[in-house]
């Protein structure tokens, strides 16, 4: 099996910074992209951020200049740098990766979520 674990969200005032950190650990044998997800009450989830293997990143127009997507593959962790929040930045955090498995399976999984709150 394969599970992502994340970490890092939290109460934060407006202008204020947080780091999410997701590991990915299991029967990997290759994380493709890796990406952070958002989502609040009664809204679809929307992709914040997504990180190809070879580094390329991709931001939401919303976040672009304050968020910093990351991975560190030796690790098999992908990061959120949040700087500048926002409130309306608030929302439970997603992590997404797309992983073969030792089974030579392909799968997408998801992390349990991460609450950030970013108070005005």
């Known amino acids: 099996q394969v599970q992502l674990v994340e970490s890092g969200g939290g109460l934060v005032q407006a202008g204020g910074s947080l780091r999410l950190s997701c590991a990915a650990s299991?029967?990997?044998?290759?994380?493709?992209?890796m990406g952070w997800y958002r989502q609040t009450p009664g809204k679809q989830r929307e992709l914040v951020a997504d990180i190809t293997s070879g580094g390329s990143t991709n931001y939401a127009d919303s976040v672009k200049g304050r968020f910093t997507i990351s991975r560190d593959n030796a690790k098999n962790t992908v990061y959120l740098q949040m700087n500048g929040l926002k409130p309306e930045d608030t929302a439970v955090y997603y992590c997404?990766?797309?992983?073969?498995?030792?089974?030579?399976?392909?799968?997408?999984?998801w992390g349990q979520g991460t609450l950030v709150t970013v108070s005005s």
């Open positions: 997404n990766a797309g992983i073969t498995t030792t089974a030579y399976t392909y799968r997408q999984i």
């Open positions: 299991g029967s990997i044998f290759r994380i493709n992209a």
